[in-house]
């Protein structure tokens, strides 16, 4: 069975995230969650979703629309506090959870 996350975007009508949405928004999310605060992780996501929806439906295929998204939040995000480590990119294990997919399944 796909992943939950793929039953919601069914539900939704939506076209399932690729691995490389899926690896983009988990870095987004981390960045926001540690740049500048956890608790407005998922706020920033309905905000970056609604630019891409915006943009998609003003006919720009989505891809296109997702870099100018992150273009854009690259851009506000609060530069790393100098004594911040960087934390690595979503494993394939990560990616494959965020999808509710079980780990290792792939």
Do not use: C, Y
């Amino acid at each position: 069975m796909e992943g939950w996350i793929d039953e919601l975007a069914a539900e939704l009508g939506e076209d399932p995230l690729t691995r490389e949405e899926v690896v983009r928004l988990l870095e987004a999310s981390r960045d926001v969650a540690h740049r500048v605060e956890r608790k407005t992780t998922p706020l920033a996501a309905f905000l970056l979703g609604t630019a891409v929806g915006r943009a998609e439906g003003g006919g720009m295929e989505r891809p296109r629309a997702m870099e100018g998204v992150f273009g854009t939040l690259a851009r506000v995000l609060p530069d790393v506090a100098p004594d911040a480590t960087e934390a690595p990119p979503a494993s394939p294990d990560e990616v494959e959870e965020a999808r509710g997919e079980a780990p290792g399944a792939s």
